[in-house]
């Protein structure tokens, strides 16, 4: 069985777009295991249960653990520490006069160590900061230097090793899974068929929190049927 480690944006997004049992039967029929550590199950369910504008979410997220295509993998105290000091490297990459610059949580740090440990080849993650940290982090030094309005400077050394220890990782969205979805014929049941089907879940997504823009949105729409 392959595996896609998530984390909890992803899983959020799709429980919130009501795309979530589509993306469990393409699992199921595809011989895929979704993985999530138990910091994940915190943020996503256990966490968010108790409230009641997220309760709904979190039971549909709680359900797909219980019927089998999400999988907790719990993490000892030693991988704990090196998600601890993933996190802590990640955050003194970029720096300004004032400090470092906060990026990496620890939800995100755990589902990059996570994916390393469990040999998966796909992380799926919404949050667009922590891929750029991976594949583009000097575009991300540029991002945030218009952000903060300041000079802001990378700490090379630690920068590259990041890239490097991650790179044969593919980070892929909720948007990326709900087109595949929709490709092979997942969606219909919740959502109908065709263009204006994928282009409802796909800005759904995107208003939900993923990180996709109206024009990658109208690529995916572009693509070859």
């Given at each position: 069985m392959k595996s896609i480690v998530f984390d909890s944006s992803t899983l959020i997004s799709l429980s919130s777009s009501c795309l979530f049992n589509a993306v469990g039967e393409l699992f199921k029929a595809s011989g895929l295991e979704a993985v999530i550590s138990s910091g994940v199950e915190a943020e996503s369910v256990l966490?968010?249960?108790n409230i009641k504008r997220l309760e709904l979410n979190a039971m549909r997220i709680?359900?797909?653990?219980?019927?089998?295509?999400?999988?907790?993998a719990g993490l000892d105290e030693s991988v704990n520490s090196e998600v601890?000091?993933?996190a802590g490297k990640a955050n003194s990459c970029f720096f300004t006069s004032l400090g470092n610059i906060t990026l990496l949580h620890r939800g995100e740090a755990e589902?990059?160590?996570?994916?390393?440990?469990?040999?998966?080849?796909?992380?799926a993650m919404d949050e667009r900061t922590t891929r750029m940290i991976v594949e583009e982090p000097e575009r991300l030094r540029k991002l945030l230097e218009k952000r903060h309005e300041c000079r802001v400077q990378k700490n090379q050394a630690v920068s590259e090793e990041i890239s490097k220890r991650f790179r044969g990782l593919k980070i892929v969205?909720?948007?990326?899974?709900?087109?595949l979805a929709f490709e092979k014929g997942f969606l219909s049941k919740e959502i109908g068929e065709g263009e204006k089907a994928l282009e409802a879940a796909l800005y759904s997504l995107k208003y939900q929190g993923c990180a996709i823009s109206s024009e990658e949105i109208e690529e995916f729409l572009g693509m070859p049927k």
């Amino acid at each position: 069985m392959k595996s896609i480690v998530f984390d909890s944006s992803t899983l959020i997004s799709l429980s919130s777009s009501c795309l979530f049992n589509a993306v469990g039967e393409l699992f199921k029929a595809s011989g895929l295991e979704a993985v999530i550590s138990s910091g994940v199950e915190a943020e996503s369910v256990l966490t968010p249960i108790n409230i009641k504008r997220l309760e709904l979410n979190a039971m549909r997220i709680r359900h797909g653990i219980e019927s089998g295509w999400i999988r907790i993998a719990g993490l000892d105290e030693s991988v704990n520490s090196e998600v601890t000091e993933l996190a802590g490297k990640a955050n003194s990459c970029f720096f300004t006069s004032l400090g470092n610059i906060t990026l990496l949580h620890r939800g995100e740090a755990e589902a990059l160590v996570l994916a390393e440990k469990t040999g998966a080849v796909v992380l799926a993650m919404d949050e667009r900061t922590t891929r750029m940290i991976v594949e583009e982090p000097e575009r991300l030094r540029k991002l945030l230097e218009k952000r903060h309005e300041c000079r802001v400077q990378k700490n090379q050394a630690v920068s590259e090793e990041i890239s490097k220890r991650f790179r044969g990782l593919k980070i892929v969205r909720s948007s990326e899974i709900a087109v595949l979805a929709f490709e092979k014929g997942f969606l219909s049941k919740e959502i109908g068929e065709g263009e204006k089907a994928l282009e409802a879940a796909l800005y759904s997504l995107k208003y939900q929190g993923c990180a996709i823009s109206s024009e990658e949105i109208e690529e995916f729409l572009g693509m070859p049927k």
